[in-house]
């Protein structure tokens, strides 16, 4: 009686495990096919099309540009690269300077006005004339007002830099976007892609396995950085000396 208790509790176990198993892998397939399914999705959506802001027309000068070089694609990029940073980055980089110029000038005006407050309610906090609480309402309020004015004076929102960052973003994007259609909607233009680079990428279609490109982005993005810290600090001297 003993062993055929101990027979089914055995059987039970065996029973309970092998469910246990059969559900594990069904969820391990599961996860499987759906993972394979979203990648599948991903790769199929990366791989269309874009259409966005001026890619389109920034496909037709690459075409244009590309056809009257007769260089290769890297030469192109390189050119279209110089345009974009000649026509769109410098212009609008030198009206940023100019504005952040006169929004520092307006800072130091600002400065000078809170200092003139601060020695005018002086006297009328030692003399009990006006609370604490009520000189520092009154001094914000005068000071936020004053801002005001001397933005409007200068012409200096910050709103405004940052809306011409933003705009300068748009013409890159596009240059990116009309890159990667003209492979996508054209097997002779990626054909030429495939072989016409240069150095250690002769293939501009693949990531650069020796990530000499994002390398050199990025020195170059700490120098850029470096060199307007040093200008910033000649212009604060400046203002200063002024």
């Not at 300077?97 to 200092?115: A, H, I, P, V, W």
């Not at 000071?143 to 890159?172: A, D, M, T, W």
Request: charged letters at 20%; glycine letters at 4%.
């Amino acid at each position: 009686m003993l062993v055929a208790r101990t027979r089914c509790l055995a059987l039970n176990t065996v029973r309970t495990l092998s469910c246990s198993f059969n559900l594990t892998q069904f969820k391990r397939t599961n996860n499987a096919r759906t993972y394979s399914s979203a990648s599948s999705s991903f790769d199929l959506a990366i791989n269309q099309p874009v259409s966005f802001a001026f890619s389109d027309t920034a496909s037709t000068l690459l075409c244009d540009l590309h056809q009257l070089s007769g260089q290769n694609w890297y030469v192109d990029i390189i050119i279209a690269t110089c345009a974009l940073k000649t026509f769109v980055t410098l212009p609008l980089t030198i009206w940023r300077e100019k504005q952040l110029y006169k929004y520092n000038r307006s800072q130091l005006d600002l400065f000078g006005f809170t200092e003139m407050k601060l020695k005018e309610l002086k006297p009328l906090l030692d003399t009990g004339e006006i609370s604490r609480t009520k000189a520092m309402v009154e001094f914000r309020n005068k000071k936020k007002v004053e801002k005001f004015k001397l933005i409007q004076k200068y012409n200096c929102h910050p709103g405004k830099r940052i809306v011409s960052i933003i705009g300068e973003s748009v013409p890159y994007v596009s240059f990116f976007f009309a890159l990667k259609n003209l492979c996508l909607l054209s097997s002779e233009h990626l054909e030429q892609m495939m072989v016409q680079g240069t150095f250690w990428f002769p293939n501009l279609v693949s990531p650069d396995v020796y990530y000499g490109l994002p390398v050199l982005v990025g020195l170059t993005m700490l120098a850029n950085s470096e060199v307007k810290n040093e200008i910033e600090l000649i212009k604060i001297l400046t203002l200063n000396s002024d």
